[in-house]
């Protein structure tokens, strides 16, 4: 059995894998991951809107130990990663890292969304770090999904 | 002494992480594709298991495995020889996990226990296989090779 504290790790080997394919092959792993997180999101999403997903993000950040702040306004739901426990755990690794490691959070994440009508912004800010932040708004705000990495390749002071 | 020191939370949805990948794998790049990816994250990913099997001190390995299913809320027996680690588990948690999901159970999700048990031991001199007993019931048995 893998430990269900050492997923993470394993995870991360998949993606090393996939990285050596053609990219059509990660986006259909993460559809395949999307679809199955439907099952216990898309409901609430689609039923509570913005505070349903401040529920199920609340929740998770208490199961999977994350150090996430989210902030809930009446037109968009802030979430700030202080410390990814995910990526902190592919970091700590006997194994190397994927570089591509987080893109699989947006990757499930934004077609949940739109399927619940709305649409995130998503700065994951470097692939080396384990903090990101994102933004969820109504797909009627006019905004587009989106993922930057806002800080990826400045020089460190 | 754990190369990983997990005290947290545990998050037994990704028993069904686990399962989803393994089948999603197995079906569209082949069985052996994620028998592969599992031996090279039982090789990469418990380096230090490794590296202690292959000079013969098996220390961290039964660490590894008595604290985990513990912290899983596993039954198990250990009998620990001078060749041999055997390692029964009652009911494997993972499966226990799978069952309240509502998911099915299939052997294929055994792999993860072979085949990264496997990739442990992979050039150190010890070898492993795994006895099903029952669908939720086996025995990892590590051997140190004559």
């Given at each position: ?157 | ?84 680690i055997r390692f029964e588990v009652f009911e494997c948690p993972a499966h226990k996990h799978l069952r309240r999901l509502g998911l099915p159970v299939e052997p294929i999700n055994c792999l993860q226990t072979s085949e990264v048990n496997a990739g442990m031991c992979e050039g150190t001199g010890w070898t492993s296989a795994v006895e099903h007993i029952g669908d ?11």
């Amino acid at each position: 059995m893998i430990p269900s504290d050492h997923f993470v790790r394993f995870y991360n080997e998949l993606f090393k894998f996939l990285e050596t394919l053609p990219p059509e092959e990660m986006q259909a792993y993460y559809r395949s991951i999307s679809e199955h997180q439907e099952m216990h999101t898309l409901a609430l999403f689609k039923e509570k809107g913005l505070k349903g997903m401040y529920e199920y993000w609340d929740h998770i950040r208490f199961e999977e130990n994350c150090e996430l702040e989210l902030e809930l306004h009446e037109d968009r739901l802030v979430k700030r990663m202080k410390k990814c426990p995910s990526l902190s755990k592919v970091l700590d690794n006997d194994a190397s890292p994927c570089y591509s490691y987080c893109n699989h959070c947006p990757g499930w994440v934004i077609p949940v969304l739109e399927k619940a009508g709305y649409v995130a912004q998503y700065d994951i800010i470097d692939h080396g770090k384990p903090c990101c932040r994102s933004v969820i708004y109504p797909a009627s705000s006019g905004k587009k999904s989106s993922i930057t990495a806002s800080e990826e390749g400045k020089a460190q002071k | 002494m754990l190369r990983y020191q997990e005290n947290n939370e545990l998050h037994r949805d990704f028993h069904g992480n686990t399962d989803s990948a393994i089948r999603y794998f197995a079906g569209r790049y082949g069985e052996e594709k994620i028998k592969e990816i599992l031996r090279r994250t039982g090789h990469d990913v418990y380096k230090s298991i490794r590296e202690k099997l292959a000079k013969n001190d098996p220390s961290e390995l039964l660490e590894h495995l008595v604290w985990f299913y513990h912290r899983e809320g596993a039954e198990f027996d250990l009998k620990v020889t001078a060749n041999e680690i055997r390692f029964e588990v009652f009911e494997c948690p993972a499966h226990k996990h799978l069952r309240r999901l509502g998911l099915p159970v299939e052997p294929i999700n055994c792999l993860q226990t072979s085949e990264v048990n496997a990739g442990m031991c992979e050039g150190t001199g010890w070898t492993s296989a795994v006895e099903h007993i029952g669908d939720d019931h086996c025995v990892q048995i590590f051997r140190k090779e004559k």
